[in-house]
Every structure is written in structure tokens, then in C-alpha cells.
């Protein structure tokens, strides 16, 4: 069911009174798959915002449909597509896409030679991510960047990831190089 009346564009500082509602739906989804996330603070999404590294969908009217932001690692030679979220009564029309398409655009735009990736435990966004030419990967292919790693520890699954040394965990690696 395709929604082309939705916006969907790069964020700014007048779309930062959402972002309360999208740190709660990424971690009320994250529940609801039984799936680890790294937690976002809605200060955190209200800065990706700010700094024009996030991308956000909204009906006309201005209810929130959706987001995803983007983060540089390792000196800009990587750049992660992180958080994406749908708001559960816009999910399977498609907004999931076009946020992904629009959120790698940006990444081409603000780090033209960084190499893009993304882990994620759902299916869906490894269809998504295989559309727009990622391929999986091992942990050892994406950023050695400790602050990178750091952001993990709020997940459920962090004890996992350095069980392995960070060599793999629940999450599938995606990259775009």
C-alpha cells in the first residue's frame, strides 16, 4: 500500500519536538521484534537533525511517519544509516524505502567517498539495503572506530558482540562500497 503523499526529506532544527515520539517508537519496536538497539537519547536525534544528518517522513498535515539519520566514522571513511523507524500504522507502505533511498542520497552528498553501512536485525531492511547494492559483510569489513563500537552498549546484545570480540552478533552487516 504506497503512500505518495508522504514527505519525506532531509530533517532540520524545526522538526526537533519529534523527536521525543521517535527515540519512544525505536525502543517500543525494538521490544515489540524481541531485537537489541543501540539507544538514542532525543537529545541525541534532535542533533542528527540539526546538523542536516537525518531524514525524516511526514504526512502534510504533520504527523510523524517515519526517520532515519546518518553518523561518519573512522576520519569520515565510514558513514553508518542508523535508526531507521516507521510509526506502526504507516509500516508496509513503502515509506521504509523511500527513507532508505533518501538517507543513502544524503550519505552520497555529505561523504561522497565513505563507505556506507548498516546493521540491522530485520529482514525487511536487509531487502531494502540488498536493493540499493549493500552487500552482508563481516564485522571485520565495517569501521574499527571505538566510538562506533561504544554506541553498542546499550543493547541487549552487547554481552554477545564481545563474547565474539566483535567479530559478529545478532545484527547482519550491511555495506555499500
Same mark, same amino acid.
Given at each position: ?5 508522504? $514527505? @519525506?526529506?532531509? +530533517? ?8 521525543? *515520539?521517535?527515540? &519512544?517508537?525505536?525502543?517500543? #519496536? ?54 531507521? $523507524? @516507521?510509526?506502526? +500504522? ?8 523511500? *527513507?532508505?533511498? &533518501?538517507?543513502?542520497?544524503? #550519505? ?70
Amino acid at each position: 500500500m504506497e503512500q505518495p503523499d508522504i $514527505i @519525506v526529506r532531509t +530533517a532540520t532544527y524545526a522538526d526537533v519536538d519529534y523527536a521525543s *515520539i521517535i527515540t &519512544t517508537e525505536m525502543e517500543a #519496536s525494538a521490544v515489540a521484534r524481541g531485537t537489541g538497539i543501540a539507544k538514542r537519547s532525543p537529545d541525541y536525534v534532535a542533533l542528527k537533525m540539526e546538523e542536516g544528518k537525518a531524514v525524516i517522513a511526514l504526512t502534510p498535515a504533520g504527523e510523524w511517519v517515519g526517520f532515519c539519520y546518518i553518523e561518519a566514522w573512522g576520519d569520515e571513511k565510514y558513514v553508518a544509516n542508523s535508526g531507521l $523507524i @516507521v510509526s506502526p +500504522a504507516f509500516r508496509k507502505t513503502g515509506v521504509a524505502k523511500r *527513507i532508505k533511498e &533518501t538517507v543513502f542520497k544524503l #550519505s552520497r552528498k555529505k561523504y561522497p567517498e565513505a563507505k556506507i553501512f548498516g546493521l540491522t536485525t530485520g529482514l525487511a531492511v536487509m531487502k531494502i539495503n540488498s536493493d540499493l547494492g549493500y552487500e552482508p559483510v563481516t564485522y571485520s569489513e565495517l569501521t574499527d572506530d571505538e566510538q562506533f563500537w561504544a554506541g553498542c552498549k546499550s543493547c541487549v546484545n552487547f554481552d554477545i558482540l564481545m563474547s565474539k570480540d566483535r567479530k559478529n552478533c545478532m545484527c547482519t552487516a550491511m555495506l555499500y562500497d
